[in-house]
């Protein structure tokens, strides 16, 4: 039976010798001073980006779809 789709096709190249050897370097690099700096600045990053779209922090007024504005 053959696999078929995006997801098996990139299930297939982590099963790879190439595809090892990616995510080998990738755990290295992400297990590196450098790569634990760079996985806090996205973090940050990140966290930010949720503060600005949370719903309790002033801005202005959201409609919901459903609602008629008066």
């Known amino acids: 039976m053959r696999k078929k789709g995006l997801f098996a096709a990139a299930a297939a190249f982590a099963a790879s010798p190439q595809g090892q050897r990616m995510i080998r370097q990738a755990k290295d690099y992400m297990q590196s001073p450098e790569g634990r700096a760079k996985l806090n600045q996205i973090r940050s ?26």
Not at 53 to 69: F, I, L, N, V, Y
């Open 45 to 70: 990053q990140l966290a930010d980006q949720m503060a600005q779209r949370r719903p309790d922090k002033p801005g202005p007024a959201r409609r919901t779809p459903g609602t008629t504005e008066h």
